[in-house]
Nanobody, 124 residues
Framework: VQLQASGGGLVQAGGSLRLSCAAS???????RAWFRQAPGKEREFVAA????????YYADSLKGRFAVSRDMAKDTLYLQMDNLKPEDTAAYYC???????????????????WGQGTQVTVSS
């Protein structure tokens, strides 16, 4: 399995970006997620989606500004980010889990495959 993230960039506060994560290989139908990591901070959960049923899960602090979605035909995960703030600046990583369940899907250790990360920088 390979994951290729794209769509990051430099945006002003209040702007929007859409990240994409294209998958290849035998990906299965478990959970896929977005995490982010700012310099000097731990990697944190952003959002996840159950690939088969489309159920979505969000970090409480990001609900309402970020939206995760999928295109099953393209085997691609998306993250729409609106009303971006400087504190959203981070490297964003997509991830795929073969065995996550709802109780651990917010934990990075539940994910088996990771994309290379795409940088999002929000200027004030």
């Amino acid at each position: 399995v390979q994951l290729q993230a794209s769509g990051g960039g430099l945006v002003q506060a209040g702007g929007s970006l859409r990240l994409s994560c294209a998958a290849s290989g035998q990906t299965g139908r478990n959970y896929r997620a977005w995490f982010r990591q700012a310099p000097g901070k731990e990697r944190e959960f952003v959002a996840a989606i159950k690939w088969g049923g489309g159920y979505t899960y969000y970090a409480d602090s990001l609900k309402g500004r970020f939206a995760v979605s999928r295109d099953m035909a393209k085997d691609t995960l998306y993250l729409q980010m609106d009303n971006l703030k400087p504190e959203d600046t981070a490297a964003y990583y997509c991830a795929l889990s073969l065995s996550a369940i709802t109780s651990n899907l917010r934990n990075a250790v539940a994910y088996h495959y990771w994309g290379q990360g795409t940088q999002v920088t929000v200027s004030s």
